[in-house]
């Protein structure tokens, strides 16, 4: 089994490597140590961790009457405003999300560089590939 160092958790987490090691020595994510004497975080453990760190990303905000399960909170860093249609482009974390929608949709949202938004993704098709 794959293990992470402290380093690529956050990456991986969209968070701090220092916020994984507050985590690791509040006993939140198991480590372990190589024989560098690097902290490591067992492949299963991490992917166990990463579900319960999402779902209690949004535990206190309201709840969302939605059937796209994957959010992605962050925030603009682009509108592209066509005669009819837009680009809006959302930084969530270490992920870069752009949607193209109706120009109507964007201006009946509001939505401007600087502020805050979730993209949601619903697709019939999703590619994984391997790192």
Do not use: C
Not at 56 to 81: C, M, Q
Not at 104 to 131: P, W, Y
Request: proline share 2%; charged share 25%; hydrophobic share 40%.
């Amino acid at each position: 089994m794959q293990s992470y160092t402290i380093g690529q958790a956050a990456r991986l987490l969209g968070v701090s490597a220092d916020t994984v090691r507050r985590w690791a020595d509040a006993g939140r994510v198991e480590t372990h140590r190589d024989e560098g004497g690097r902290r490591l975080i067992e492949g299963r453990a991490l992917a166990a961790f990463s579900v319960e760190v999402g779902q209690g990303a949004h535990s206190d905000e309201e709840t969302s009457y939605t059937s796209a399960r994957n959010a992605f909170p962050g925030i603009v860093t682009a509108v592209k405003l066509g005669d009819v249609a837009a680009q809006v482009e959302i930084q969530a974390g270490p992920h870069r999300l752009v949607s193209l929608l109706t120009r109507e949709a964007v201006e009946e949202l509001g939505l401007e560089v600087g502020m805050q938004a979730t993209a949601r993704v619903k697709s019939t098709n999703v590619h994984i590939d391997r790192t």
